[in-house]
């Protein structure tokens, strides 16, 4: 180990003590108008975002514009013989709040068809890269590359007024998301099917072109749509969603905003998730060795998987307090195309038996199951077995909401976010006047 590394990891290890002494005794401090407790985690439950495109409820979910999943899918309009809307009508939908018509669908329709086509240089990009990289990286080296036909930064650059940034934002934001689908399924047939790639149908909307570019039939194309739309946003504070914001917040265009939510979508906290959650129900499916998942195999199973210290993944939620709308939303689809699979039965017994089971383990918050609880299963099913892809599919549903919301601040003319630091020096003096003023207040 080099000097400095040495030095630093003794550092390290001093300095380790004093934050979890701040969160263990002095967290309900306050420093302004936050708590120690705030400031170290994360700024969890701090009310300082402002979006009118989503809003999650802790007990009744995610609404789209005031609508719950249930009526957002009930209320958009359909391709003709599908069951899920128009990925193209959910962006009408978060732009502007109101549910559109099919004649104002088909408009958007054939406006995104007309801007869906890759750039060569973006394919020689990819191409560049070793095909080993992961599908995230050249997902989010496929976005930044595009930043040369950025409107906003063209129009910029040759002077505009604030209060027009929403336009050029609006055209870069529609650009970008036509072409994602696109993007997508390229780096999917590339790496994962002998570079052999499939043109777009031009007869086909978004999320149908998708399942026709990526090499799967129906019903894969309702699946795209159900999970584009699912994934689409949940509010405002997540990770991908707040990357993008920050970063749109400088002014920067929209594909440096979104490659870099691209980022931290990437990560196994966020988005990398839900191919963990898969990983680790197919482990568990190998232990019951073939056995039918009774209700009372799956809870010894559970138990030995919290004795050993493990946690079961897909179940619990930063924000949410019970099951997930989009699992719901997902487990019907699943109950009505896919009720005998074996996979999903053991994911359904799961379900039915491990919210029991955490609650009586105590230690978790919320015992019910989240979104990457289920994704993962439908993928598998209709054939996209490579599961590093997965997070990929989130990421073309999270840039509708993210553009949306990003287009919206301009609109506002939102400022740059620029939130105040403290040292932790400065927190263990906070904490000292708190222990000082409540000695002298019991005098």
Known sequence: MSKLKETLFAKIQEHRPRTQKLLKEHGDVKIGEVTIAQAIGGARGVRCLVTDISYLDPFEGIRFRGKTIPETLEALPKPKGREYPFVEAHWWF????????????AEVVEDFKKRRALPQYVIDVLRAMPRDSHPMTMFSAGILAMQRESIFVKRYQEGMKKDEYW???????????????????????????????????????????????????????????????????????????HTGHLVASALSDVYYAYSAAIDGLAGPLHGLANQEVLRWMMNFQKKLGGKEPTEELVREAL?????????????????????????????????????????????????????????EHGKTKNPWPNVDAQSGVIQWYYGLTEWDFYTVLFG???????????????????????????????????AAQAIKADDLGSD
């Open 94 to 105: 978060l732009l502007t709040g109101e549910v559109p018509t099919q004649e104002q669908v």
């Open 167 to 241: 336009e050029p934002t609006y055209e870069d934001a529609t650009n970008l998301l036509a072409k994602l689908p696109t993007l997508a399924a390229y780096i999917y047939r590339m790496k994962y099917k002998a570079d052999v790639h499939i043109h777009a149908d031009k007869e086909l909307d978004f999320g149908g072109n998708f399942a026709h570019q990526m090499g799967f039939p129906q019903p894969y194309d309702d699946v795209a749509r159900m999970y584009f739309i699912l994934h689409s946003d949940h509010e405002s504070g997540n990770v991908s969603a």
């Open 303 to 359: 138990w030995e998987t919290l004795r050993a210290g493990q946690v079961i993944p897909g179940y619990g939620h930063a924000v949410l307090r019970k099951t997930d709308p989009r699992y719901v939303a997902q487990r019907e689809f699943c109950l009505k195309h896919l009720p005998d699979y074996p996979l999903f039965k053991l994911i359904d017994t799961i379900f039915k038996v491990a919210p029991g089971v955490l609650t």
């Open 396 to 430: 073309i549903g999270r840039a509708i909401g993210v553009l949306a919301n990003i287009t919206w601040d301009r609109a506002l003319g939102y400022p740059i976010e620029r939130p105040k630091s403290v040292t932790t020096k400065m927190l263990e003096d906070v």
